[in-house]
């Protein structure tokens, strides 16, 4: 498997189907510039991205209709990068583990690579256990003092099963 590793100022991902396409451009920092459902359509595609030409990289997923987006690309020189179907979604889930307070995309991608698929665990309470998140309890001078932690491995289960950004009140809540 190859990855592509050159920086660029802008990043277009697009997620193409017949008719419409969904495209997300991303500045080198992750600020969200683009984020628009358009039609499947050279012109529509091009009017789009043609502000971020200066430095940017576009990357579709390898699915049947790719060809006219790289052929586009290639006519205006924009550096192109086409995806493994299997290895696009990790793309997704790096987002929503990044919603996490305190985790940025180095512990996101431990996440993702150790949990691999959460389909796995038949529970929440599977995935804590295996991921070592059980209720921790608290001693001093050998004294029980109560418990805590008992939600950290909870956030990253749910996130991954229901695919929903981190929610602070929701934490709290359950």
């Not at 299997?86 to 997704?92: E, F, G, I, R, S």
């Not at 998140?133 to 950290?152: F, M, V, Y």
Request: proline share 3%.
């Amino acid at each position: 498997m190859n990855f592509y590793n050159q920086q660029h100022r802008y990043y277009c991902g697009i997620d193409l189907h017949a008719r419409k396409m969904y495209v997300c451009i991303l500045d080198q920092k992750g600020k969200t510039m683009v984020h628009e459902n358009i039609k499947t359509d050279p012109e529509a595609f091009f009017q789009l991205v043609s502000p971020y030409l200066e430095d940017i990289v576009v990357g579709v997923e390898c699915v049947f209709c790719w060809h006219w987006v790289s052929d586009l690309c290639a006519k205006h020189q924009i550096p192109f990068v086409l995806g493994h179907a299997l290895h696009m979604k990790a793309v997704h889930t790096l987002y929503l583990l990044r919603s996490i307070p305190g985790v940025g995309l180095i512990l996101a991608l431990v996440f993702l690579y150790e949990i691999q698929d959460v389909r796995r665990f038949p529970s929440v309470q599977d995935f804590s256990s295996y991921a070592r998140l059980i209720k921790p309890t608290k001693e001093s001078d050998g004294k029980w003092a109560g418990k805590s932690n008992s939600k950290i491995g909870r956030a990253v289960y749910f996130i991954l099963k229901n695919k929903e950004a981190f929610n602070m009140e929701k934490f709290f809540s359950q």
